[in-house]
């Protein structure tokens, strides 16, 4: 039979779709579409096209450095232009320009930043969480809603009993004390029927500890089991003597079974085809006459169970004294009643959206599903409360054509929790209305139909287990137990990542300012120089880097999953955080400056002593710099940094590299050092020791963040 031409894909029972399997039957159809003209191609097509956009790290790190080139464009300028009037070589000021040059841009930002992506990335994979791509770690702690499947990531990807009506009652399964809950339900003759029937009518193997084959004739086996009937003894009671398979016209499915003193014919099926084929139903103990007026009260019940979202199985059987044929077996049944059938959801999946809710993240559910399944589903995981309105459920063909939305109809969608129906095409107008939106979008998928989806979201998240190459192709991360939870974990660590980035930075750019500036102002002072070329550039690959490498390694602060997730349009170093490093610079900068102006104003002395008491200056004052970065308001002596293990280490071997630059003699000239006395180090301690003291006593008076 034709049908209208807005009908939903998954409504089109009278087609048939490049792609997928026909078990059974046969029929004579009419091609209709090829090659990109099919469903499929139309897929492969929309997957192919979708784009996405760049990620929030790179816009962000593009933008620092475009800031740092200005600023040392014009430093470096400064530096030989004054240096030159001074008279100093201008030789020697081009290189020291050059050397300040290379020290502003941080050059080991970059390796820093992919160091500790790629140890978020290690992190993961020990959770079962595959990171394809490394941007995506830290992409993962901005996202602001998750586009999440339902069956399978939300739910068990299995059909368990979750209510049963027999005897003219309805009764939801039951949450505790299942013993005596069934004990009271099995002396109820129509229950017990049932309950064999749907152990006989039933091709899963009782001996198997993994059941295969049907989602419900497997739930029909777990449902007897949780009721106290051995599988496997009532089947060996009752051996099977003819099955006759579910048959898509009559929707019914049948067995014939040996009994004592004859033959059962046990048939499930859908509800309407089964009480067609009923001449009696159990009224209490006795097995009566069926109505019509009966009838309709049981279709009228199957309807109230529909609409919560479970699938209805009806039940009845028939007893012969020899084998019925198949003309017989569907005539004069007694009818038992209607189990409904639910995908569950997962125990640990309303625990993971509450994080994300606390966390500030919107968790959106899109399914090709009813949304009276859909609503169920999101009711007991959390997504949705009891009595939430319709307006946060939106049906697929409402975004048949997003361009003639109307502002009201985008605010609508916008607040939508639950999408049902829907089809690849509405995946990509759903996403595209979040991103138009200003959010990040992290997508959730496994078949094919998902491909465009997972490759236009701002991250894309494919299922290891169930989900198809195509998807995982696509997609920027892998889950391998495809359990919601995972995802949950995955924006945490994308969150501390990106924390790990900021402190480096600041770290980073406060050590490399105290370098810019400290010669700046020698320079404009006309004081020794604290700094030459080569020993910069020490400075960049040793006392930079390392610390800097420990900070992307911490392990995050404990509140990280209790704020909301950042702007897509947040720089990395906020104007605050701008701020508190000029300060954190100025600090060390005025001990190397201090240093520099009294050992050569009070002191005099000779400008090669000078520069190495405070080249080691600038190196001590870096290094214990890496107790500045927790937040303020945290304990000095107990935080994130101080119990992360890799920031002593890499003091440790700093210190030892230093030591090492100055105790190898071809090391020591190049970089111009001579030996110093205790009274030196002393004051170099000192000096090293003031810019730690004055930064935390800024700190306390609100000076920084």
């Not at 086996?221 to 009671?237: I, L, M």
């Not at 169930?466 to 995982?472: D, I, L, N, S, V």
């Not at 495809?482 to 990542?497: H, M």
């Amino acid at each position: 039979a034709s049908l209208p031409e807005n009908t939903p894909l998954a409504d089109r029972a009278n087609m048939l779709y490049n792609g997928t399997i026909a078990t059974r039957g046969t029929a004579l159809a009419i091609v209709t579409a090829t090659g990109s003209n099919t469903e499929l191609g139309k897929i492969s097509q929309m997957a192919a096209e979708a784009t996405k956009s760049v990620t929030p790290l790179e816009k962000r790190l593009n933008q620092l450095s475009l800031r740092l080139i200005w600023l040392t464009l014009a430093l470096t300028a400064l530096i030989v232009i004054v240096g030159y009037l001074q008279g100093r070589p201008l030789i020697r000021m081009i290189e020291t320009a050059i050397a300040l040059a290379v020290a502003a841009i941080p050059e080991g930002l970059p390796i820093v930043a992919t160091v500790a992506l790629a140890r978020g990335m290690l992190r993961l994979a020990r959770e079962r969480v595959i990171i394809k791509k490394l941007e995506a770690v830290e992409t993962l702690g901005e996202t602001s809603i998750i586009c999440t499947d339902k069956t399978g990531t939300l739910t068990e990807n299995q059909m368990a009993v979750h209510a049963f009506a027999v005897d003219g009652n309805t009764q939801s399964m039951p949450i505790e004390n299942e013993a005596d809950f069934f004990e009271k339900w099995k002396s109820i003759p129509a229950f017990d029927q049932l309950a064999k029937v749907g152990i006989l009518c039933n091709n899963v193997d009782p001996k198997e500890t993994e059941p295969h084959g049907d989602p419900i004739e497997i739930g029909l086996a777990n449902f007897a089991r949780r009721a106290g009937y051995d599988v496997e003894k009532v089947r060996q009671a009752h051996p099977e003597h003819k099955e006759y398979p579910f048959d898509t016209e009559t929707k019914m499915m049948a067995t014939i079974n040996q009994m004592e003193d004859g033959y059962w014919s046990c048939v499930k099926g859908a509800l309407e085809n089964v009480l067609a084929k009923c001449a009696y139903y159990f009224d209490g103990d006795q097995k009566t006459p069926f109505p019509e007026i009966e009838k309709r009260a049981w279709l009228e019940r199957a309807e109230k169970m529909a609409s919560e979202g479970l699938r209805i199985l009806a039940f009845a059987f028939g007893q012969t004294k020899k084998p019925p044929d198949e003309k017989e077996v569907f005539q004069n049944l007694a009818f038992l009643g209607i189990v409904g059938f639910i995908d569950p959801p997962r125990k640990d999946v309303r625990a993971a959206i509450e994080a994300c809710h606390q966390a500030g993240i919107r968790v959106v559910m899109i399914t090709g599903d009813h949304l009276a399944t859909a609503r169920k589903i999101a009711e007991e995981t959390g997504l949705l409360e009891a009595n939430a309105t319709d307006d946060k459920m939106v049906s697929g063909d409402e975004l048949d054509q997003p361009e003639n939305l109307s502002p009201e109809a985008k605010a609508r969608l916008l607040n939508a929790v639950v999408f049902g129906r829907v089809t690849p095409a509405h995946k990509l107008h759903i996403i595209a209305l979040y991103q138009d939106n200003k959010q990040i979008v992290g997508m959730t998928g496994d078949g094919v139909n998902d491909a465009p989806a997972l490759k236009k979201a701002d991250i894309g998240i494919a299922m290891g287990i169930r989900g198809t190459e195509a998807a995982k192709e696509v997609a920027d991360i892998i889950l391998r137990d495809d359990q919601f939870t995972s995802i949950e974990l995955a924006i945490r660590q994308g969150r501390i990542i990106f924390e790990n980035i900021r402190k480096f930075v600041v770290y980073l750019l406060s050590a490399n300012l105290a370098e810019i500036i400290s010669v700046t102002l020698a320079t404009l002072s006309n004081l020794p120089m604290p700094l030459l070329p080569l020993q910069i550039l020490f400075l960049n690959l040793i006392t930079d880097v390392f610390p800097a490498l420990a900070l992307g390694a911490g392990e995050g602060e404990k509140g990280i999953m209790n704020r909301p997730p950042r702007n897509s349009d947040e720089p990395i170093l906020s104007a605050r955080l701008w701020g508190t490093t000029l300060i954190y610079g100025l600090c060390i900068t005025a001990s190397v400056v201090g240093i520099t102006a009294y050992t050569s104003e009070i002191l005099h002395l000779p400008a090669n002593h000078v520069n190495n008491m405070a080249f080691y200056t600038l190196v001590l004052s870096q290094l214990i710099h890496v107790f500045n970065i927790p937040k303020r308001g945290t304990s000095f002596w107990v935080n994130e940094v101080t119990k992360n293990r890799w920031v002593w280490g890499a003091i440790v071997l700093c210190l030892l590299l230093t030591a090492m630059g100055y105790l190898i003699p071809p090391l020591r000239e190049i970089l111009s050092l001579a030996p110093l006395g205790w009274e030196d180090m002393g004051l170099v301690l000192a000096f090293s020791f003031g810019s730690l003291i004055l930064i935390q006593v800024i700190k306390r008076l609100g000076g920084t963040v």
